[in-house]
């Protein structure tokens, strides 16, 4: 992989032929971690089929260290799957690029993939920091095209009206809409201190009812779970005047409507 | 869009015959918006034409999100007017590039774009900032040759005789210059603290007066009136002796020239 | 050099015939010196034989200074060796590239002089950081397969389960698996606050007792004392209350699991 | 100039035939602009002609602004001068890459300049920080070769033993080696707090003995002198007990070995 070079690595023998085009859904690590939580569950639910791994010398220079000893490259993955009305593409990810430059080529190339399969629709799952630990974290969501943000209300969506997306999640829907296909972005409500799978719940919820499958949620359920008595621990010490969170944890108290801190990934 | 690549996106069907060597004007996006504002307020008056669009992967990796939902990449746009005496290219845009070297590389392609009009002079419209609120904004001026220079006091243009000017504003004309293209850089005096309409409409008009066109500047106006009183409440908080910017504002008992704190953009 | 581009400059007339397929041994600077100082070793005590010297644009723009007054760019070096049963190519050098991208490169390259030889196996000597001062510095490993990782025990080489490695050291191995060639990084334990020769002799000798070689060590026995003594100062200071590692100084008085701080290199 | 072009302007009509191969000697920017002055004096006093302008998108993205009210992109300019028995290339210019990768490909494209000349020995006048003012500032050296190392002391330049020499001073000498020319860096020795003409007046002294040539110094002589003048009252205010140098100042009155501080340029 020379410098500058994305590399794609098949595992799978043959391409899959899909029933119908499929919907790219991406899922890259961020704040919260609440995108990339919310593909690794949907992969492993719907028990989907590895494509192909994705190297770059713009992934951070290190290999990750696995439980059982061995080590990797920093990589993304492609998985794929086919339900009864519904084709899949679902990309997860250790990182992303180091740079902005980078993020442009892998979000193309991301988009090239796609194309290969007639993707017409891709989806990105990414975080929206408020700053406020919230009970029911809402999803909020932007779009390529009015005619998709026209659907979010039924899909209880709140509509983002100003502000940015920055990194993959953002590149991803906005080249897309220069190809002519349409991109969501689903942003789930996190404070933005913690692995939230509160938030992943939510966001992945919101996409199952628009693409419109079904999947056991008991597991993301369970670490949604660990994620609310995290989040009680560290209220409670903010609540007891420890920790630096005490100005978040009293705006609690009053809870407002979280203005676009235009920190969102 | 490969990275580092730059790629125009023609909206325009064909592309216009001009009646005379159009000026290209750039009103990039940089302190105090001044020069934006000030280009976007022309694009708007004289309802120019949209040209193109221009992405770059130097651009900030991230979309913005339009009042009614819909995301774009980042971009700058370019205009065109065709005058009675007059033909303009207008450039307008959400960002400069993150980087030196694709700031020269867009400076190049933006000229690339004007010599296809056989454009032979070039103006970017800066802020120059001086930390110091003014009633009466000046402007600053500097330009690729003495003849350009010596004009500058018949439009109430200070000359600036030190200092340098950064980004794209400053790489614009000095490129031209060494393609043999007239260039010259307007500055709207400002404190660098606010979106400044004052700065816009003095930089504009004074343009307006180098080209010899008229335009309605209403509504600059009443945004100059908008930063006026946004001023005025800065002031009083810092009369107070409140807010950080209390000794600049004492600095306004006595007014001083500003010296060019070599903070231009 | 052109900007971007890897020179090897050959010395050897010839490049060697190895009698077997040679295993690759890196040992880059980095914290501690703790890799560099083996490999220099090594290369010292088996008179290895200088092939080539690299040289790049992502090294640090500078020379070096040496003894005699005359000065040098930046560069590693491999040199190789052909024992009764044994081959190896062993690499040192100055520095490690100064931006990701290029490591990346660097490390692809590094594989491809490998490769010209036949190597199937590759060797990266790393620093393990604690804060802590020891006795006796243990040798943590991870690798590409679980083969290897399984060896590691009879060698005394503690297992790592998480964390990453940084830098050359990981990319290196990490680059190898994706070409199907082992890789193993061993990572002596040190403090991160001196150039650690003991760090050195215990990573390097459990390299020796992997790929079944001796060695003679006095002279880095020599510097390990060395830096003995400089610990045993810088403890005398601590328990003084002077120096800013006093903390880590009563570390020591209940001497505790280092965890992975995540800054290996 | 695309981005990371280097793009030379060629002034002169035709390319000077020197009678001798000619030296080139590098003034770039740094601390104390040390080298700069020197050789903007040497072209000054030489009357030399101007050969080319280099430009670079990896110098910063700016103009520089002259007395005269216009602007110029930044950029490094080369001079020829014909003696007796002495040829030179001399270059000057506003600023050093902006990047490490551009600083080694602006080291190339000199040098293949100067090739065309047939130049068999480059110089570069760099700056020796010690933090420390002095009456007498020495000049120190490195050199690619022994040789040229063994002629420093009939000189009275003292030889450096240790540290490096970042940036263009030491990169040009570096390549130079590889490519077997001489290459030799003075450095003159300088507080780093001021422009210091007296450091550059020792500096070109000792470069003047070494070629053999002779200079009217008297204009350098007059900066040294306000060289003089302003570190007598930095020192009076350091006396005084005000300023941020006090420290320093005290060392003066025990004068030491300054130790290479590493930051030199």
Not at 245 to 258: D, F, M
Request: charged share 20%; with cysteine.
């Amino acid at each position: 992989m020379p410098a500058g070079e994305i590399q794609f690595v098949y595992s799978a023998k043959e391409m899959p032929k899909f029933a119908t085009e499929p919907r790219l859904v991406c899922g890259f690590p961020g704040s919260g971690y609440v995108g990339k939580l919310a593909i690794d569950h949907l992969i492993q639910e719907l028990h989907a089929t590895h494509l192909a791994d994705i190297y770059s010398s713009s992934f951070p220079p290190q290999v990750m260290i696995r439980t059982d000893g061995t080590a990797d490259l920093m990589k993304n993955s492609i998985f794929s799957w086919q339900g009864k009305e519904t084709s899949l593409l679902l990309l997860t990810g250790d990182s992303q690029p180091s740079d902005p430059d980078s993020e442009y080529a892998l979000a193309e190339h991301i988009l090239d993939f796609g194309a290969q399969f007639g993707a017409k629709q891709v989806f990105t799952l990414a975080a929206y920091i408020t700053g406020v630990f919230v009970d029911k974290p809402r999803v909020f969501g932007t779009a390529t095209d009015a005619s998709l943000v026209g659907n979010f209300a039924s899909h209880g969506v709140s509509l983002m009206d100003s502000g940015s997306i920055t990194g993959m999640n953002g590149l991803v829907i906005g080249i897309a809409k220069l190809r002519g296909i349409k991109g969501t972005c689903l942003l789930g409500e996190t404070s933005g201190y913690v692995v939230d799978a509160k938030a992943s719940k939510a966001v992945l919820e919101t996409l199952l009812s628009i693409i419109g499958i079904n999947v056991d949620m008991s597991n993301l359920e369970k670490r949604a779970k660990d994620t609310e008595m995290l989040i009680q621990t560290i209220e409670q010490q903010m609540a007891a005047g420890r920790g630096g969170l005490a100005q978040e944890g009293q705006q609690q108290q009053q809870p407002q409507k979280p203005r676009n801190t235009g920190y969102i990934s």
